[in-house]
């Protein structure tokens, strides 16, 4: 049984971010997702002239991770590219595979790319207003392909886990890339 009393928390609705200071983000900068970009070489140059960053995020660490209990949050991916591929996050399985996860799209423009072990690939675009439902059994990835920041909350069984290193390993079968303007998947060719 969880010890978690009620609580309240600010999120702002446009920008994602929890003004109060209650939540402290995580950030990933370029220097942490080379290698999740297909042209690495070209992010690494990124990472190291400037380094931007590509997206952080407000969860609910101090919630345990038991069962009955519901982490939150919210997710904010910045415009920008690597060649042709848009900004997005690393992407990951939960540890417990059946989680499923609820998206709501505060700001901005994007999809979500979704991948099952068996290689069923979906995406799906978001704009403010959509809610998206992710189904236990799937990779999922946020990927920005506006021009303004992807705000996005999130909700998600607190004893799911994230299992980041498939993803890290295999990575996914499919890239969002920028085809004349038009977000479109293609067969990733460093897929393992």
């Known amino acids: 049984m969880s010890d978690v009393k009620p609580f309240v928390l600010d999120f702002n ?29 070209v992010a690494e140059a990124m990472a190291a002239e400037k380094n931007p960053l590509v997206y952080e995020f407000y969860e609910l660490n101090f919630i345990p991770e038991e069962s009955g209990d519901l982490r939150f949050g919210t997710t904010i991916i910045h415009p920008g590219k690597v060649a042709d591929e848009y900004f997005l996050t690393k992407g990951h399985f939960h ?46 990835r946020s990927v920005n392909t506006g021009d303004k920041p992807l705000v996005m909350f999130f909700a998600f069984r ?35």
């Open 13 to 41: 609705l446009l920008t994602g971010r929890c003004d109060s200071g209650k939540v402290q983000p995580t950030a990933r900068y370029m220097k942490d997702l080379v290698k999740v970009f297909a042209d690495s070489a």
């Open 95 to 140: 540890t417990i595979l059946e989680a499923a996860e609820v998206y709501y799209c505060l700001a901005g423009e994007g999809a979500m790319l979704m991948e099952t072990p068996e290689g069923e690939t979906t995406l799906c675009p978001l704009k403010p207003g959509d809610s998206l439902y992710v189904p236990g059994r799937n990779a999922h």
């Open 158 to 192: 607190s004893d799911a886990g994230h299992d980041y290193g498939t993803i890290e390993q295999k990575g996914y079968r499919k890239l969002v890339l920028d085809v004349n303007g038009v977000p479109t998947l293609v067969d990733n060719p460093k897929w393992k």
